[in-house]
């Protein structure tokens, strides 16, 4: 049994940052990737981004490269996203996943989620 927890969300106007994080506890040997999802109203769930526990594999979708980084702290269980240049399309309940794909994750467990809202 794997938890993990997100913190880190709210709300933000256009342009600005936000860093979430999300702390993993439990049978986490099992996994070597963590990664971000995020739900906008209506819409289905989205890969955000990923990121292998060494910390040399990244992984992001195309819409958020250059503007959200994905980092990991072994020591503390803990991944964080770091995102700037937020736009109002970025509005969503953000996801933290572990799992054993960089590229999808293919979570076997999911976080409660945290909401970011950023107004245009």
């Known amino acids: 049994q794997v938890r993990l927890v997100e913190s880190g969300g709210g709300l933000v106007q256009a342009g600005g940052s936000l860093r979430l994080s999300c702390v993993a506890s439990g049978r986490t040997f099992n996994y070597h990737v963590m990664g971000w999802f995020r739900q906008a109203p209506g819409k289905e769930r989205e890969f955000v981004a990923a990121i292998t526990w060494s910390g040399l594999t990244t992984h992001y979708r195309d819409s958020v490269k250059g503007r959200f980084t994905i980092s990991s702290d072994n020591a503390k269980n803990t991944v964080y996203l770091q995102m700037n240049g937020l736009n109002p399309e970025d509005t969503a309940v953000y996801y933290c996943?572990?799992?054993?794909?960089?590229?999808?994750?293919?979570?076997?467990?999911w976080g409660q989620g945290t909401q970011v809202t950023v107004s245009s």
């Open positions: 996943a572990i799992g054993n794909n960089i590229r999808t994750v293919d979570p076997d467990y």
